[in-house]
């Protein structure tokens, strides 16, 4: 096995505590060492830092399993290594990865960390449509993704295809949400190659991608083809693939292969884990939202502000659709949120305004017009 290191079709799982053991144990049974070879290589390591909340939380990557690919690569003589990552439009890259620890981890190890956020750009034509990319991507020889596997509010699940989306600038990221998401995040994969995915399946939210209510797995899971292993994430997360329309949009641009009766699946060790449940929060809450290209952040924060309201018993009273995204800019209407929803007769102004503003809002709006 170590050989030659796994193959395309092969997605090996590992379950456990030690999360920084068990990654080094994955990655000596996939036989990463080999698969990336030279060691003047630069290796690129991208988590998934979305916003400002510790891994514990369900949305960012578990600094252990970096640890864990940081000293496997160092104790087999990779030596040229960066971490890279940009968060959310709603969150400062900086502030999140001090949060998370991966400042500590660069000074711990001495790899660098990255900022996209303060990186420059340039245009690439990814398989037949033009994105703007992070410039750094052009430095990284091999890169190693490490995607948190949770829910989405608006692609139902996010992991290994969508974490490319932290190497592209917020204009960019602004753009993907009027575009509809699915058709360039599917490109972008076209245009950024990741050669290994190692993914957190240690506790991450099933229905936000912004974390609150962790549902812990205590699992890790390796792969090389990102859609086979999308797919593989949508199959645990009780999904279709076709309800997921990046994932088959990137096998027709030839970024990898979603059927998953080829897939060779493989726990190293005796325990597989129980299995993924099943959770479809976000989808009882939609029904209260009209949602047009809205972006990550903002949608993210309004998601989990009407949770807060549907446990209250308030949600209901709710007499009007909530507006919100980049499709209602220079619109009117009745409740809006966000700055694109400026015009509206009630609007809570930010870009994006956070979960507790929105919930305040909400709240009083629904006590105003609703009655106490």
Known sequence: MEDHGMKK?????????????????????????????????????????????????GATTHPEIVSGIIEYLKERGFSHMAML?????????????????????????????????????FARDCRGMK???????????????????KGHCQTKITCALKNMKGLIPNSEKRRFHSMGLHKPIAH??????????????????????????????????????????????????????????YVTLAESLGVGCADLSRADIRVCGEDGGRAVPKSRKVVELMDAVEEVESCSACYGYLIPALDMLKQEGLLDRLGTKISIGQGFRGKTGELGIGHCTRNFRCHLEGCPPMEGEIYSFLRNYIEENAGS
């Open 188 to 245: 972008l994969n076209a245009g950024i190659h990741q050669d290994f995915i190692v993914v957190d399946n240690i506790c991450g939210d099933l229905d936000f991608e912004d974390g609150g209510h962790p549902v812990v797995m205590n699992r890790i899971l390796t792969g090389r083809d990102p859609v086979l292993m999308d797919a593989y994430v949508c199959h645990m997360m009780h999904y279709e693939v076709s309800e997921v329309p």
């Open 9 to 57: 079709n092969q997605i090996y799982v590992k379950c456990g505590t030690d999360y920084k053991e068990m990654t080094k144990e994955l990655l000596r049974e996939s036989g990463l060492e080999q698969l990336i070879g030279d060691r003047k290589k630069l290796i690129g390591i991208k988590p998934n830092l979305v916003s400002g909340s510790e891994a514990s939380w």
């Open 131 to 149: 994105l703007n990319l992070c410039r750094s991507v052009e430095k990284i020889d091999y890169l190693i993704n490490v995607p948190v596997l």
């Open 85 to 121: 990552e940009g968060s959310w439009v709603g969150d400062r890259t900086a502030e999140v990865a001090e949060l998370c620890g991966y400042h500590a981890l660069s000074r711990e190890y001495g790899v660098p960390f990255w900022d996209m956020q303060k990186d420059k750009s």
